[in-house]
């Protein structure tokens, strides 16, 4: 983000860790809220729900050394980079390859799942109330990156490689509530992470 902003060339390949975040309900609240208003009106009121989520999803991501690459609907792509010097806001250096900038992820995963009881019920308009949860899934390892786009309209950072398939593979498993990882972040985590399930 700080990049684009500034003009500054990114490197083209880079190692790290991706995370997907996707909130669950999403769907049914927004078809409540277009129910209740219209679909002006309910697009509208919607917004006052979602802006306080996002930014409570999202916070957690910045807080740990991490940028949002891109959203897709109800759901959010970030990465969290290995570049040397970089320390998040709780004091966890990088530096230390995959491993930190998969503890960073893990951390920032685990404070999106704290954020979301905050929204886990949401009334409304017509008095109804949608249960909402998010699933994160992540991996670790090298990405290529590219800046795509037409400087004149809009330009973005695009990631593609073998660890966006596995953190996309790895989102088939993670159920609403939970926080699912690749193998070589288990690996790299070793006694530091705690599975709960296989």
């Given at each position: 983000?700080?990049?684009?902003?500034?003009?500054?060339?990114?490197?083209?390949?880079?190692v790290?860790?991706?995370?997907?975040?996707?909130?669950?309900?999403?769907?049914?609240?927004?078809?409540?809220?277009?129910e209740?208003?219209?679909?002006?009106?309910g697009?509208?009121?919607?917004?006052?729900v979602?802006n306080?989520?996002f930014?409570?999803?999202?916070s957690?991501?910045h807080?740990?050394g991490?940028s949002?690459i891109?959203?897709?609907?109800?759901?959010?792509?970030?990465?969290?980079d290995?570049?040397d010097?970089?320390?998040?806001?709780?004091?966890?250096?990088?530096?230390?390859?995959?491993?930190?900038?998969?503890?960073?992820?893990?951390?920032?995963?685990?404070?999106?799942?704290?954020?979301m009881t905050?929204?886990?019920?949401?009334?409304?308009?017509?008095?109804?109330?949608?249960?909402l949860?998010?699933?994160?899934?992540?991996?670790?390892?090298?990405a290529?990156?590219?800046?795509?786009?037409?400087?004149?309209?809009?330009?973005?950072?695009?990631?593609a490689?073998?660890?966006?398939?596995?953190?996309a593979?790895t989102?088939?498993?993670?159920?609403?509530?939970?926080v699912v990882?690749?193998q070589e972040?288990?690996?790299?985590?070793?006694?530091?992470?705690?599975?709960?399930?296989?």
């Amino acid at each position: 983000r700080v990049a684009l902003a500034g003009g500054t060339d990114l490197p083209d390949r880079c190692v790290g860790a991706a995370l997907f975040a996707d909130i669950s309900g999403f769907t049914p609240l927004t078809r409540a809220f277009a129910e209740a208003l219209g679909s002006k009106r309910g697009a509208e009121a919607l917004l006052g729900v979602l802006n306080p989520l996002f930014d409570a999803l999202i916070s957690p991501a910045h807080r740990y050394g991490g940028s949002v690459i891109g959203f897709a609907g109800d759901a959010f792509t970030c990465w969290f980079d290995d570049a040397d010097g970089i320390q998040d806001a709780e004091g966890i250096p990088d530096g230390d390859g995959i491993r930190a900038s998969s503890r960073r992820a893990v951390a920032a995963a685990l404070a999106m799942q704290a954020a979301m009881t905050e929204f886990a019920e949401v009334q409304t308009p017509a008095g109804t109330a949608i249960t909402l949860s998010v699933k994160v899934a992540l991996a670790a390892g090298p990405a290529r990156r590219f800046l795509v786009g037409d400087p004149a309209i809009q330009q973005m950072d695009a990631l593609a490689g073998a660890t966006l398939a596995r953190m996309a593979a790895t989102e088939k498993h993670a159920e609403r509530g939970q926080v699912v990882v690749s193998q070589e972040i288990v690996e790299s985590l070793g006694s530091a992470l705690r599975v709960e399930t296989w």
